[in-house]
């Protein structure tokens, strides 16, 4: 016979509060270096594999640094009008960028020379980005059109049309590289299919779209414009998930960190915020002297870099980031050997793990769960109630109750004595917000049960009296906060702040 499992108390999840682990994650971010570029920093891209460079671009030039020495490693300046998105290859060896002059050009970041010059914008090209397989560009420009270069060849592959503005943000899916996404001043983000070179779902964000990030498996996309910022279930025909509203001026980036579970945002308030994508609530907020422009995490969230309008590169550090991916992965013992046959010999159970041949020790029930486990409900409610149990597990039991069908017949016909403590449990504790649904049922019930007999003792008069006015304070209370909540709300409205 199965053993009876222990009553679950109900525990109420605390509020985040400011010494939250994500708190504590962005707050061990220290101060590395400040460095000053030659105009607004617009872009930031970071590769995926040693030694981790990353870019920015800013004016004329298009910087790689060192995640090692937080300092420029190579300088590419080969440019006769603005650089615009200066992408690094997830291997760190190329660097593609668009330009005012309508080109877009594709650098070796160990030589600094043009590898590719490739031609067909006719204006200012302000996105690129290497495809998932690192043999295809992706560059977006103010002439609506989205192409798609073969980088080997210098060939264009495909030209798609559907925006009627211009375009100033692009995202790639890792898990499937042939669809794209596209984010355009008309209001729009576009998924298009790259086998077909045809538009598949239109989503309107309400606003010029500033920047956009698409989750690994491609069924979530996130877009900014204006202040806010969009999620969308892609797998579910762009059915909005949430909008988030928490910066006072445009967004001008959206960043996922390494991990891909947090996003980050960048804005024209000097402010960058993190969120936590299982929530969508914000973890984390920094504010910088400058606009800020762009903004990411370098590889195992070792660095964070921001760049300001400005002009300066802002560079935190993280004391102990996570271990970096191996380059290579460990070789796979070989069958037959001596490794082979003790594979698993140091292994440890894990906790989930159904240990047999091993006697564990019953866990010792408490008087209430021993009440419960013998269907004596009145004995095991008379015990938490009475005695100095706190009133997470009184409630608790009085749900069990509730569930077991058992509540009437455990309050009904009481004396005195009995009924007593069960009201001055009510009046102390039916206030309170957390327990305060499950209270007044109990309430309503002993109202029922006992309003006839009312006037016959003059100490259970007297509590229900208690807890009548109790009651009739607590409305008072709520309907004052309604009336203030209102006013707040409507002042928030005029000056703007909602």
Not at 456 to 474: G, Q
Request: glycine share 6%.
């Amino acid at each position: 016979m199965a053993d009876l499992k222990k009553l679950i108390v109900q525990e109420n999840k605390k509020v985040l509060t400011k010494s939250n682990p994500e708190e504590r994650f962005w707050k061990k971010f220290k101060f590395a270096a400040a460095i000053k570029e030659f105009g607004a920093v617009t872009h930031l891209s970071f590769s995926h594999e040693a030694p981790y460079y990353y870019t920015v671009t800013s004016g004329t030039k298009v910087n790689v640094y060192s995640v090692k020495t937080n300092a420029v490693h190579q300088s590419i300046s080969r440019f006769k009008k603005t650089a615009y998105s200066g992408c690094i290859r997830r291997d760190g060896k190329l660097v593609v960028a668009g330009s005012e002059d309508n080109s877009v050009q594709v650098f070796e970041v160990g030589t600094r020379s043009i590898l590719r010059q490739l031609t067909g914008h006719v204006r200012p090209c302000h996105v690129t980005k290497f495809d998932q397989d690192n043999t295809h560009i992706l560059s977006a420009a103010d002439d609506k059109t989205l192409r798609c270069w073969d980088l080997p060849t210098g060939e264009e592959i495909l030209c798609m049309k559907g925006h009627d503005d211009y375009i100033r943000s692009a995202a790639t899916v890792a898990m499937c590289p042939d669809i794209w996404f596209s984010g355009s001043y008309d209001h729009t983000v576009k998924m298009w299919d790259k086998r077909s070179g045809e538009c598949t779902l239109t989503l309107d964000h309400g606003s010029p779209v500033e920047s956009l990030v698409v989750l690994p498996t491609g069924g979530i996309a996130i877009s900014s414009g204006s202040n806010k910022i969009k999620v969308w279930d892609v797998h579910r025909s762009g059915t909005q998930l949430t909008t988030l509203s928490n910066h006072q001026k445009t967004i001008t980036c959206l960043a996922l960190d390494f991990s891909n579970t947090r996003l980050l945002s960048a804005s024209l308030d000097h402010q960058v915020k993190m969120y936590d994508l299982s929530t969508y609530k914000v973890t984390h907020s920094i504010k910088y002297s400058a606009p800020v422009l762009a903004i990411g995490t370098t590889a195992n969230n070792s660095h964070l870099i921001a760049g300001c309008n400005d002009g300066i590169v802002h560079i935190r550090e993280h004391p102990s980031p996570a271990p970096l991916p191996l380059k290579r992965p460990l070789s796979a013992v070989q069958p037959g050997s001596g490794a082979y046959f003790a594979r698993g010999k140091n292994l440890l159970p894990a906790k989930t793990d159904a240990v047999s041949g091993k006697e564990t020790k019953r866990k010792k029930l408490s008087q209430y769960d021993l009440h419960l486990k013998r269907f004596q409900y009145r004995e095991a409610f008379d015990h938490v109630v009475s005695s100095r149990h706190s009133p997470d597990i009184v409630v608790s039991v009085l749900l069990e109750l509730f569930r077991r069908d058992a509540i009437k017949r455990v309050l009904s016909g009481r004396n005195e004595e009995t009924l007593q403590p069960i009201l001055t449990f009510l009046v102390n504790h039916v206030t309170n917000p957390r327990h305060c649904s499950v209270l007044c049922d109990v309430a309503h019930i002993l109202t029922d049960l006992y309003s006839p007999v009312l006037g016959m003792s003059p100490a259970i008069d007297k509590l229900f009296e208690k807890l009548n006015k109790r009651l009739k304070f607590e409305l008072k209370v709520q309907e004052r906060y309604m009336k203030l909540q209102g006013a707040m709300q409507c002042f928030f409205t005029a000056t703007g702040l909602s």
